[in-house]
């Protein structure tokens, strides 16, 4: 049975299917939907205290027994240069005056990381798996979620990539094709443009390291899924199908978009927050692409666009979608587990016949 193995076994799973942890697009009720019908449900932690982290744990737990991931993307402080802020503010001006916003404001962001605070709670609420993205935390604070017995995944872009994670001691790797919406895993800096697509990408983990890999970037339907597992992927993770949920803390001006992606509409850029990330084109990417400047420093230049997302304008909202957004529906989030397993489950029946 292509849904039973080594990965599946470890954290209780009926499914190999993870809910992509999505930031605070990903919420208590669409982890605890995904979970509670047999897949992993994940909470992204992007910005949240830990006081806040642990009351979305709560909110999980109220609603789910089952495993829950944890996720943390990891960056530094970010270096804000007056001369890249003030022509990315002049930029942005002219959007800003269009929807009668005031003056754009002066960029601001902070280093992401698991802190005393943060590890603390981990340790005490001890979900099953706890995720990175951008990288691996410092080994001090691997080793003692390891030691709580909580898993630990992180996304790699490349062979490479994969390789240094299973190094510094993952229990497993997410294989991020260039398909795949959001920002791109990279910690060791891969050019956008060089980035290799699931396909290729996939297998060639699998050749290279001994612990599952877990396939994401365009993956959401049965026939994605299975692909995934007949290139050696153990589970697979999707993101951008789970931001047609209901569940999901989407903007209606996000969703209206998701509805009429098509598999040429995205684009892979790091004007919207400084650093590269996938979503469908409209006039806010156009323009500062257009423009040649350079973001402001990650993630302070999403300070400066995110308020434009605010006012309901779906061509100055950060679209992040994957290049199979066209492949989804609006759903919710059990009946999307239980057809991906179902249709998985016929497609690879399929083969099996003589
Ligand atoms: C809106 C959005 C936000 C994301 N945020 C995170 C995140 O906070 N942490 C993370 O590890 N991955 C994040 N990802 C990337 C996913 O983990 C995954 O690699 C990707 O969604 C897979 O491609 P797909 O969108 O084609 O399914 C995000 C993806 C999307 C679409």
């Given at each position: 049975m292509w849904s039973r193995n080594a990965f599946t076994e470890r954290l209780d799973?009926?499914?190999?299917?993870l809910q992509a942890p999505m930031g605070w697009l990903s919420t208590p009720a669409l982890a605890s939907a995904v979970s509670n019908a047999g897949g992993l449900g994940g909470l992204g932690m992007w910005g949240f205290s830990a006081q806040d982290a642990e009351r979305r744990i709560a909110g999980f737990r109220q609603q789910s027994a089952g495993s829950l991931n944890v996720n943390y993307p990891l960056w530094p402080e970010p270096k804000i240069t007056a001369d890249a802020s003030e022509a990315m503010r002049t930029r942005l001006q002219a959007h800003y005056d269009a929807k009668g916003l005031g003056a754009v404001p002066k960029p601001e962001g902070a280093a992401s990381e698991v802190g005393r605070e943060h590890l603390a709670m981990l340790l005490r609420a001890k979900p099953q798996v706890v995720s990175f993205h951008f990288g691996l935390p410092q080994p001090e604070v691997m080793q003692a979620i390891k030691s709580a017995g909580i898993f630990i995944i992180s996304s790699a872009t490349t062979v490479a990539e994969a390789r240094i994670l299973e190094e510094r001691g993952v229990d497993a790797i997410i294989a991020q094709?260039?398909?795949?919406?959001?920002?791109?895993?990279?910690?060791?800096?891969?050019?956008m443009s060089m980035q290799p697509g699931l396909f290729a990408l996939l297998p060639q983990v699998v050749d290279a390291v001994s612990v599952p890999v877990i396939a994401a970037g365009g993956v959401a339907d049965g026939r994605t899924v299975a692909a995934a597992f007949m290139l050696g992927a153990s589970a697979v993770q999707l993101g951008t199908a789970f931001?047609?949920?209901?569940e999901a803390n989407v903007l209606d001006a996000h969703r209206a978009a998701l509805r009429e992606a098509n598999d040429a509409c995205t684009i892979v850029t790091?004007?919207?927050?400084g650093r590269p990330a996938r979503y469908i084109r409209n006039k806010l990417t156009d323009d500062l692409i257009a423009s040649g400047l350079e973001p402001v420093a990650f993630p302070a230049q999403l300070s400066l666009t995110a308020p434009l997302g605010m006012t309901g304008d779906r061509d100055l909202t950060a679209l992040f979608a994957g290049q199979?957004?066209?492949?989804?529906?609006?759903?919710t989030a059990a009946v999307l587990v239980e057809s991906l397993a179902e249709a998985t489950s016929r497609r690879l029946g399929a083969f099996a016949r003589p």
């Open positions: 799973l009926k499914w190999p299917i094709g260039t398909e795949a919406g959001g920002h791109r895993g990279t910690f060791t800096g891969v050019d931001l047609r949920c209901e790091d004007v919207i927050t199979s957004a066209a492949l989804a529906k609006d759903t």
